[in-house]
């Protein structure tokens, strides 16, 4: 039996689905993966934070900023690399320094929410 000296790419599933969000200030793209919610290098993250915001939402921004995934540049945090949070109400509860619902802050280019797109 031969064997192909080169294993077959895998193709890629669908084109990513990417969605947005975005606050005064803050402006993250994302998409929603089989391991969480991805949000990309580049995004922006507000460093204000309200004083309602949940009190875990402050303890990981902290560690993100900790740990350089986060970094304070020209009055906001940029995401210095790809991160994957457990939900998307985390990703965006980071990007808007403020407690949120993520499945109806991240928007496709057309303005459905995420929780439109995957729940409904």
């Known amino acids: 039996m031969r064997r192909p000296i080169f294993k077959e790419k895998r193709k890629a599933k669908s084109p990513k689905e990417l969605l947005y969000c975005k606050g005064r200030i803050a402006s993250a793209i994302g998409e929603l993966t089989d391991d969480g919610f991805l949000v990309y290098k580049g995004g922006t993250s507000s460093i204000e934070e309200t004083k309602s915001m949940n009190k875990w939402i402050g303890v990981l ?16 945090y940029v995401f210095q690399q790809d991160y994957i949070f457990n939900s998307p ?26 929780d439109e797109l995957k729940r409904k």
């Open 89 to 114: 109400s985390a990703a965006a509860a980071t990007v808007l320094g403020r407690s949120t619902n993520g499945w109806t802050k991240w928007k496709d280019k057309d303005g459905k929410t995420l």
């Open 61 to 76: 921004r902290n560690r993100l900023l900790e740990e350089d995934i986060l970094k304070e540049e020209n009055n906001f």
